[in-house]
């Protein structure tokens, strides 16, 4: 068990001798959050077992990040795609080297990989841009980040998810978007499959990676939804974004399946 993990344990015991002896024999329902100096918007909560599908693999603190609202605007084309970009949370001070993959923004935000592609997917088509994104977040430090993927998909863990798709029935198209983490779909797009039916659709497959390519994510989209026509995109090289812009757009456009046509 990490330090941090048992400071909150310790936390846990003193708090519970002394609300037990504030209310009796009442049971104490909720146990209040461990203060912390995250980011405003995100809160580390003490005692969600959740949470040690994260920490049990490396000593970080995750942090709970809030639901955000999705909005559709009426496309028939949906662009999901997860990233290492939205499910880390960057805070004041981190360098390059300990966020390693994270490209950060002059104005303290972060680009992902495969958010970049999912971005110039959603131009090209008009589709509606979709971050899926996961209850807790991942470590800034990259080798972290590695052991906590390749732990959750060892373990066969599926990631809770906090942004979700109210209407996926008005999609035809699913640009699904990813980074290959553990030689295969990461977690957290299995999750994101086990949530929705997408029988009928056509899935759209795009992945970036250090050279694993498409991996055996193809084979695996297929498994999980055998009514949809499941085709692959392009792999790109994370070495090779800047570059894959043009190779993106004329796929899409020589895919012969843009929503107008
Ligand atoms: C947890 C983790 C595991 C990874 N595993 C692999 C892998 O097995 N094969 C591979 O080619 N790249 C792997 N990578 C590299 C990423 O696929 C690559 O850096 C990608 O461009 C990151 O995209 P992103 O910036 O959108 O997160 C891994 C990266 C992470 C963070």
Same mark, same amino acid.
């Given at each position: 068990?990490?330090?941090?993990?048992?400071?909150?344990?310790?936390?846990?015991?003193?708090?519970?001798?002394?609300?037990?002896?504030?209310?009796?024999?009442?049971?104490?329902?909720?146990?209040?959050?461990?203060?912390?100096?995250?980011?405003?918007?995100?809160?580390?909560?003490?005692?969600?077992?959740?949470?040690?599908?994260?920490?049990?693999?490396?000593?970080?603190?995750?942090?709970?990040?809030?639901?955000?609202?999705?909005?559709?605007?009426?496309?028939?084309?949906?662009?999901?795609?997860?990233?290492?970009?939205?499910?880390?949370?960057?805070?004041?001070?981190?360098?390059?080297?300990?966020?390693?993959?994270?490209?950060?923004? %002059?104005?303290?935000?972060?680009?992902?990989?495969?958010? !970049?592609? +999912? =971005?110039?997917?959603? /131009?090209?088509?008009? &589709?509606?841009?979709?971050?899926?994104?996961?209850?807790?977040?991942?470590?800034?430090?990259?080798?972290?980040?590695?052991?906590?993927?390749?732990?959750?998909?060892?373990?066969?863990?599926?990631?809770?998810?906090?942004?979700?798709?109210?209407?996926?029935?008005?999609?035809?198209?699913?640009?699904?978007?990813?980074?290959?983490?553990?030689?295969?779909?990461?977690?957290?797009?299995?999750?994101?499959?086990?949530?929705?039916?997408?029988?009928?659709?056509?899935?759209?497959?795009?992945?970036?990676?250090?050279? %694993?390519?498409?991996?055996?994510?193809?084979?695996?989209? !297929?498994? +999980? =939804?055998?009514?949809? /026509?499941?085709?692959? &995109?392009?792999?790109?090289?994370?070495?090779?974004?800047?570059?894959?812009?043009?190779?993106?757009?004329?796929?899409?456009?020589?895919?012969?399946?843009?929503?107008?046509?």
């Amino acid at each position: 068990m990490s330090s941090y993990q048992l400071n909150i344990c310790a936390a846990a015991i003193c708090l519970c001798i002394v609300l037990t002896s504030c209310t009796g024999n009442k049971s104490v329902e909720k146990m209040p959050a461990v203060p912390t100096n995250e980011p405003t918007e995100t809160t580390v909560l003490a005692f969600d077992p959740s949470v040690e599908n994260y920490t049990k693999y490396t000593d970080y603190s995750p942090v709970k990040a809030e639901p955000a609202e999705f909005t559709s605007s009426g496309s028939n084309v949906l662009v999901a795609y997860f990233s290492r970009s939205g499910n880390t949370a960057i805070t004041a001070g981190v360098d390059a080297v300990s966020s390693a993959s994270l490209e950060i923004q %002059s104005d303290g935000t972060t680009v992902g990989n495969a958010e !970049r592609m +999912a =971005e110039w997917i959603s /131009e090209e088509t008009g &589709g509606d841009l979709f971050l899926i994104r996961t209850e807790y977040t991942y470590p800034v430090n990259y080798d972290q980040t590695v052991r906590v993927g390749e732990g959750q998909d060892r373990d066969g863990y599926r990631p809770v998810l906090i942004s979700h798709v109210e209407n996926m029935d008005q999609y035809d198209m699913v640009y699904l978007v990813f980074p290959i983490w553990h030689y295969t779909l990461p977690v957290q797009i299995c999750s994101f499959l086990d949530e929705y039916d997408l029988q009928g659709k056509t899935i759209y497959v795009f992945t970036t990676h250090a050279g %694993s390519r498409f991996a055996n994510s193809l084979e695996r989209i !297929r498994t +999980a =939804e055998p009514e949809a /026509e499941v085709i692959a &995109g392009i792999a790109v090289s994370q070495n090779s974004i800047a570059e894959s812009r043009q190779q993106i757009i004329d796929f899409i456009r020589e895919s012969g399946k843009l929503p107008s046509e």
